[in-house]
């Protein structure tokens, strides 16, 4: 069979990413960061858009260099169509029907929840790596969004729960900046909690029906928590840090995990997959692992750098859709939600 070239871009959020795919594998895949949102605590939409023009064009060049690759080679165009910011998935999705346009290359728009799950198939390298095999069950835990779907075949989903307010990386977010720390802040409260005791201090489990969840407690519960300590002491978050840490992080780890069991019991569906930018966390890959062997489960998350955002996964979705010869056309709109 012919080989698939796609050329990906993503833009849902604040970095800007692209990537050049053949088949599966990832021959190169550039991020732009946008370190302005740091300074306001959280992503500012239009400052997002505009970087993301600023962007555009040198990461998708990058891209092609990188992969050692000309457009000429390149057999179809993806981008993010859905969901994200307005304004971002807008440069986006110009900037790749402007592209099929003047090349006559198909494009084909790709939603972002689908692409974090095709993370799990993407390689490095010729050599293969272990899939899930379908059906399995996958919990996406992102910033936007937290979910458990039954994954049937490729672009084919099942979501049977999802959160109901904020999502378990907002979660993480919003904690980390009552605690003072740098957004985005799940990778900091990752970081500390190395050093903290999960069991320290303990936080309300909220218990949502069939296989949604809720995150907006565990937040609030935090936040209380933290006013009245530093009434007592000034200090308290300074010289807590590690286990205020740890003990929130542990209750949202194991709030995903009790659902997803439950998934797993209900449908007796064993290969169990997690995915999006909360999947990097070291204490859910490692209770991920002891839940595997207690309840004899195949687990797979993605590598860590397709965790996060990326346009490698992008490419992942729009692989499969270009195999089954799903293109669009140049009036297709992205779609915040
Ligand atoms: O999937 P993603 O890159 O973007 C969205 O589609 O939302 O996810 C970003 C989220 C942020 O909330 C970030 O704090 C969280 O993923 N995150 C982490 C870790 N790395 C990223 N949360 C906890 N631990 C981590 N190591
Ligand atoms: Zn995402």
Not at 25 to 31: D, E, G, M, T, Y
Not at 260 to 284: C, D
Request: net charge neutral; proline share 4%; aromatic share 8%.
């Amino acid at each position: 069979m012919k080989d698939v070239y796609i050329l990906a871009i993503e833009s849902s959020c604040d970095d800007t990413s692209a990537a050049v795919l053949k088949n599966t594998r990832v021959l190169s895949n550039l991020i732009a960061n946008q370190s302005i949102h740091t300074q306001y605590g959280g992503v500012v939409p239009e400052l997002a858009s505009r970087a993301h023009q600023v962007n555009i064009v040198p990461v998708v060049h990058e891209a092609l260099k990188k992969a050692n690759c000309t457009m000429d080679q390149i057999d179809a165009i993806a981008f993010t169509a859905q969901p994200g910011l307005l304004g971002s998935l807008l440069v986006g999705s110009s900037f790749a029907k402007g592209l099929g346009l003047s090349l006559n290359k198909p494009i084909i728009a790709v939603d972002h929840m689908m692409a974090h799950i095709m993370a799990l198939f993407l390689q490095n390298s010729e050599l293969s790596i272990a899939v899930p095999n379908y059906p399995f069950l996958c919990l996406t835990v992102s910033g936007g969004h937290s979910q458990i779907s039954i994954v049937q075949g490729p672009n084919q989903i099942d979501i049977i729960g999802k959160t109901l307010d904020d999502a378990a990386g907002e979660a993480f977010d919003k904690i980390a900046k009552v605690l003072g720390l740098e957004y985005p802040g799940g990778p900091w409260i990752d970081r500390h909690s190395q050093s903290g005791d999960p069991l320290k201090f303990k936080f309300p489990i909220s218990d949502m029906k069939n296989f949604d969840y809720s995150f907006s407690g565990i937040k609030t519960a935090v936040l209380y928590f933290i006013q009245q300590k530093i009434r007592e002491n000034p200090l308290f978050i300074q010289e807590n840090l590690a286990d205020i840490c740890a003990s929130a992080q542990h209750t949202i780890v194991e709030m995903l995990l009790k659902k997803l069991q439950k998934a797993s019991e209900t449908f007796h569906i064993r290969e169990v997959a997690i995915v999006g930018g909360v999947s990097a966390n070291s204490y859910l890959r490692k209770r991920l692992t002891e839940e595997a062997q207690k309840y004899g489960w195949n687990t797979f998350v993605p590598e860590l750098q397709y965790c996060t955002d990326n346009a490698a996964m992008i490419g992942a979705v729009a692989y499969y859709k270009y195999l089954a010869g799903h293109f669009d056309g140049l009036t297709t709109t992205p779609k915040a939600r």
